[in-house]
């Protein structure tokens, strides 16, 4: 079975083990999902991770540290400007400060406060907080 949005089935993983409080979650490994992951342990939502190598295909395997209340996939990826984030923060995060939108720019995936930072729009991809 091939999967329409693996980073949106890989966030739903994510969101169902932390309800069902396991400290950990395997995930099938591509480029984009270790970007992600690097983005939530730097700003302290996971813990460490490790590449488990499999025969077919290499895993994630993340350790979860709690701290996740919610993230998900936007659909549709809105693109974005500087002056923009304000409303999207106001949609998807439930208060100010508390949470981060994640945006795929030309420097990389970037939370909302490193895209404000750099002064860099992008495209909106997922939430977290």
């Not at 079975?1 to 739903?12: G, K």
């Not at 350790?63 to 659909?75: D, T, Y």
């Not at 106001?90 to 895209?115: C, H, V, Y």
């Amino acid at each position: 079975m091939t999967l329409n949005d693996p980073i949106a089935d890989a966030l739903s993983k994510i969101n169902n083990a932390i309800k069902a409080l396991n400290k950990t979650v395997v995930l099938k490994k591509s480029r984009f999902l270790i970007n992600l992951v690097d983005l939530l342990k730097k700003q302290n939502y996971i813990g460490s991770y490790e590449i488990v190598k499999d025969g077919k295909q290499d895993l994630l395997n993340i350790n979860l540290l709690g701290n996740i209340n919610k993230c998900g996939i936007i659909k549709p990826r809105y693109p974005v400007k500087v002056e923009e984030l304000e409303s999207f923060e106001k949609r998807f995060l439930p208060a100010k400060d508390f949470g981060i939108l994640i945006i795929s720019t030309n420097q990389g995936l970037l939370s909302q406060i490193e895209a404000k930072e750099k002064n860099v729009g992008g495209v909106l991809v997922a939430y977290c907080y």
